[in-house]
């Protein structure tokens, strides 16, 4: 589908406007930075005492030798803003344009899951639906870089919110080009809200 590779770009164009332009939040790798500084007096910044006090401090400490968090990435965190999550923006944008085009409820037939030591697939007994996996993979794909270390919770779940938005708009003036009668698109909201995207009336029609 053309429209998800566009979206993509637009979602990353309005992701870096919004790092760069309106928030440009550290990195929590960065932050982590300034409370090095403030223990080690370094530097004083304006942190809160629920962080300098934290009983997290210390162990961090114990283990590496530094407030600095422990990175998944050797080389740290990226240098350009968090928020928005670009990852985020991004999947948020193109998994919606993917439950525009199909069918949200359907049913995927003879699902299957690794066993405990990943060796043989076994049956999975559960339901799964291609709205619900579009979902997972939006999640996964945001969410995982928490894990690693370089976002804030926020960062994505706002960052998916704008990616389904882009990708809202985009919808509605794709189709103002058709000549074709178009009724709309139905899908669900990261929300759960079902709504209808219909085209942008054409001038003069």
């Keep these: 589908l053309d429209l998800v590779a566009r979206v993509a770009v637009e979602a990353l164009k309005a992701a870096w406007y919004q790092k760069w332009l309106v928030h440009r939040r550290l990195r929590p790798e960065a932050y982590a930075g300034l409370v090095h500084h403030n223990i080690t007096g370094a530097g004083n910044y304006p942190i809160h005492s629920d962080v300098l006090n934290s009983s997290v ?63 043989s697939l076994l049956p999975y007994s559960g339901s799964l639906t291609v709205g619900g996996e579009l979902n997972k993979l939006a999640a996964n794909i945001s969410f995982g870089r928490e894990t690693g270390g370089v976002h804030w919770r926020s960062d994505d779940e706002e960052g998916l919110l704008l990616g389904e938005r882009v990708a809202i708009q985009l919808l509605k003036d794709h189709y103002v080009l058709t000549n074709e009668k178009f009724s709309g698109f139905r899908l669900t909201k990261f929300d759960g809200s079902q709504i209808e995207v219909k085209p942008r009336r054409r001038a003069g029609r």
């Design 57 to 119: 401090l210390p162990l961090i400490q114990g283990v590496y030798g530094t407030s600095l968090l422990p990175m998944a990435y050797p080389e740290g965190s990226p240098t350009h803003p968090a928020y928005p999550g670009g990852h985020a923006t991004v999947s948020g944008a193109c998994t919606t344009i993917l439950k525009a085009y199909f069918n949200e409820d359907f049913v995927v037939t003879a699902p299957v899951e690794a066993n405990s030591n990943g060796t």
